[in-house]
């Protein structure tokens, strides 16, 4: 086992582009670093296409730095993949370009991975669901690591919530437990395991006993984490109870 296993510490990726969440979140001391992708950039009230991507990413970079911000290539062909991968790469130096571990034909985007970490770029490769996909994903990262001399952090993301809706939670589990045991037992450095599609706080409680080094949690179910009715309730009993008190102190 790797022995350094226990200094790692798990993290909270926050999945929005909205400057004004990712503010809130740093301000509570659990932003770890941020995903983002076209979808969420356009939900979040971006606009003026890859420009203004652009800006938003870079807005965001720069607020977090030197945490990583995950930006997403918007095609599947090899070339251009790599080319739009090293043009998002120039934005900002804690950028990692999420690419998918294959195209839409189930073709490997393996080269492409290989090819853009022996660069020095950081990848975070996404859309993956099983340990065989993964493990692959974490051997193309390590080949490429071994032909450059930066050392920048690498993710392979895990869509568990996409695991779980054809498998079940358990299966969506085992998977990253057993990823996370062969990274250790093959110690893999440089190399992060990103739980995804996080899609409700059991998922939360569930997956960040997994191992995974990273869970990305939308806003909206970070907000559902903090609240629980009996807390509510407590806290209201707690200031009468200090009212009542001071006024016999």
């Not at 045991?181 to 960040?208: A, C, M």
Request: hydrophobic content about 40%; glycine content about 6%.
């Amino acid at each position: 086992m790797n022995k350094d296993v226990n200094l790692y510490i798990m993290k909270i990726f926050i999945d929005s582009a909205d400057i004004k969440e990712v503010e809130k979140y740093i301000s509570w001391g659990i932003c770890d670093g941020v995903t983002t992708n076209p979808t969420i950039c356009l939900k979040s009230g971006v606009t003026g296409g890859e420009e203004g991507m652009k800006q938003r990413s870079i807005e965001i970079a720069r607020l977090i730095a030197p945490q990583p911000l995950s930006v997403e290539i918007t095609t599947d062909d090899a070339e251009q993949a790599l080319n739009q991968a090293r043009k998002y790469n120039t934005w900002a130096d804690n950028i990692s370009v999420k690419v998918t571990i294959t195209d839409k034909n189930g073709g490997s985007l393996l080269p492409v991975i290989y090819r853009l970490v022996s660069e020095g770029i950081s990848v975070n490769v996404t859309a993956m669901m099983t340990f065989n996909q993964a493990i692959l994903a974490a051997k193309a990262i390590n080949a490429g690591l071994a032909k450059t001399s930066a050392r920048k952090t690498h993710f392979i993301s895990i869509f568990a919530g996409r695991v779980s809706e054809e498998h079940g939670v358990e299966q969506a589990q085992k998977v990253l437990k057993e990823v996370r045991q062969w990274l250790d037992f093959h110690n893999y450095k440089n190399i992060e395991i990103i739980v995804g599609s996080v899609r409700t706080p059991e998922n939360v409680e569930l997956w960040s006993k997994s191992g995974a080094h990273i869970l990305t949690i939308p806003p909206e179910v970070l907000a559902k984490c903090l609240v629980s009715a009996r807390t509510k309730e407590t806290v209201v009993q707690f200031l009468n109870d200090a009212s009542k008190a001071m006024q016999q102190l």
